[in-house]
């Protein structure tokens, strides 16, 4: 079974369009993040929830929104998509301790047109 | 979290010992050393960590310099399929607010057959 899921693995779509990214880990972890990897290959975290709160919200615009119906997963919407948003994302989780490290997803690869 | 250097890019024959290192002068005591793993369009795959003392699991072995300032990763066996980018990042473990992963630019491993 795979850890940690997100569907779709690529998506494309049109400018000012609205989207979705799902994630979904089956490891009982109580921390979920979100990731941007640009066209450099630069990581970067997004958003981060714990036990259903937001605990890390970087600076990304406010038409990207992190939902958690549960503990169990954590999606991405994405309003009014522009050129800029072409990245590939990244769900993970991690769970805390002293021997925390954190899975990834396998990424969705988003291009805007 | 501390921030950490890397060389870019390193070769390393297949079969051979691949030391990939890693300086974190400014790190604080109680932060530890992680090395994760990106694979070529794959998401980010934790190896190793530690604090103080040497590490060794299935997959790699990580020496920490006494004064902590540096660190070396060890593949031991490399193979092709190492070939990836590995990333060397220090962070507090379970830090309440800043459990997220700060990646830097990495160091890409190339295996030669």
């Given at each position: 079974d795979t850890a940690v899921s997100q569907t779709p693995k690529y998506l494309v779509t049109q400018m000012g369009n609205d989207k979705s990214i799902k994630c979904e880990q089956n490891?009982?972890?109580d921390t979920m993040y979100w990731y941007k990897q640009d066209s450099k290959k630069f990581l970067k975290i997004m958003f981060s929830y714990n036990n259903k709160e937001l605990i890390i919200n970087e600076?990304?615009?406010?038409?990207f929104s992190p939902k958690s119906p549960d503990k169990a997963h954590l999606n991405l919407h994405i309003n009014?998509?522009?050129?800029?948003?072409s990245a590939v994302y990244f769900c993970a989780s991690s769970q805390d301790g002293v021997r925390e490290r954190a899975f990834f997803g396998q990424g969705t690869r988003l291009t805007v047109v | 979290d501390a921030k950490t250097t890397q060389p870019p890019s390193m070769d390393c024959a297949e079969g051979r010992a691949a030391n990939l290192p890693c300086n974190h002068s400014t790190i604080s005591g109680n932060e530890y050393v992680y090395w994760y793993r990106q694979i070529h369009s794959q998401g980010p795959q934790y190896i190793i960590h530690g604090l103080k003392n040497n590490e060794t699991n299935e997959m790699a072995s990580l020496i920490i310099t006494e004064d902590r300032k540096s660190s070396t990763l060890i593949l031991p066996h490399a193979t092709l399929r190492d070939t990836a980018v590995y990333y060397c990042i220090v962070r507090l473990s379970h830090s309440g607010s800043a459990r997220q992963l700060t990646f830097g630019s990495g160091t890409q491993l190339t295996v030669l057959p």
């Amino acid at each position: 079974d795979t850890a940690v899921s997100q569907t779709p693995k690529y998506l494309v779509t049109q400018m000012g369009n609205d989207k979705s990214i799902k994630c979904e880990q089956n490891l009982g972890h109580d921390t979920m993040y979100w990731y941007k990897q640009d066209s450099k290959k630069f990581l970067k975290i997004m958003f981060s929830y714990n036990n259903k709160e937001l605990i890390i919200n970087e600076t990304v615009p406010n038409r990207f929104s992190p939902k958690s119906p549960d503990k169990a997963h954590l999606n991405l919407h994405i309003n009014s998509l522009e050129l800029g948003d072409s990245a590939v994302y990244f769900c993970a989780s991690s769970q805390d301790g002293v021997r925390e490290r954190a899975f990834f997803g396998q990424g969705t690869r988003l291009t805007v047109v | 979290d501390a921030k950490t250097t890397q060389p870019p890019s390193m070769d390393c024959a297949e079969g051979r010992a691949a030391n990939l290192p890693c300086n974190h002068s400014t790190i604080s005591g109680n932060e530890y050393v992680y090395w994760y793993r990106q694979i070529h369009s794959q998401g980010p795959q934790y190896i190793i960590h530690g604090l103080k003392n040497n590490e060794t699991n299935e997959m790699a072995s990580l020496i920490i310099t006494e004064d902590r300032k540096s660190s070396t990763l060890i593949l031991p066996h490399a193979t092709l399929r190492d070939t990836a980018v590995y990333y060397c990042i220090v962070r507090l473990s379970h830090s309440g607010s800043a459990r997220q992963l700060t990646f830097g630019s990495g160091t890409q491993l190339t295996v030669l057959p």
